[in-house]
């Protein structure tokens, strides 16, 4: 795996790792299933943020002709106070895929999502987000972008591509970089 470095928000509203992991055990209990490892670990211990280097190969055919690159520039891994606001549907409404967990967003319109149906949970997946209700052939599961088999399988697709100007501006603007620190599983 790249060395990656991930540095939080500014205004993470759950920055205490004791809250954060209330809320996710709550969310879990809701559920009736776990968060799959090792997403629940990094969630506990990094509560979210901006990764670098940021840029993900694009490894599944179906998904560099959606996307129309590679690699995708992965802009940011969501604190829990997003996730669940995604989960409640606050952000797409009645567009919101049904079981997945939304865990962050690449540049392009593409939200980063994990499985959390039985026979592909903790899958990752791209989601070309949109406004037509969940359900409809215009937004169900179909439009799903095979990414990574979990979310390991994503951290270790991370590299620093050679003309990665875009990715680098992205981490280079953030005033929180003296905050990074090295992401350990």
């Known amino acids: ?12 509203p759950l ?9 996710v055990a709550a969310f879990e209990q809701a559920q009736g299933q776990q968060v799959s490892e090792p997403y629940r670990s990094f969630m ?16 599944y055919p179906a998904t560099k002709a959606a996307y129309g690159e590679d690699p995708a520039v992965l802009f940011e891994l969501y604190d829990w106070t ?3 606001a995604h989960a409640k549907g606050e952000i797409y409404g009645d567009a919101t895929p049904r079981d997945v967990l939304f865990i962050g967003d690449a540049e ?30 215009e937004n169900d599961a179909s439009r799903f972008l095979p990414l990574a088999k979990d979310f390991a399988d994503m951290l270790d697709r991370i590299i620093e591509a050679p003309d990665s100007a875009v ?3 992205v981490w280079e603007n953030a005033k929180q970089q003296a905050s990074a620190v090295q992401l350990v599983l």
């Open 15 to 23: 920055a205490d790792p004791s809250e954060r992991a209330a809320r």
């Open 167 to 169: 990715g680098r501006r």
């Open 82 to 84: 997003q996730v669940e």
């Open 108 to 137: 392009g319109g593409f939200q980063i999502v994990m499985s959390l149906m039985p026979d592909t949970r903790g899958a990752i997946y791209m989601w070309p987000h949109t406004s037509y209700p969940w359900g409809l052939a």
């Open 1 to 12: 795996m790249t060395d990656i470095f991930i540095y939080p928000r500014r205004d993470v």
């Open 44 to 59: 506990l211990r990094y509560g979210g943020g901006f990764p670098w280097p940021n840029d993900l190969p694009l490894a």
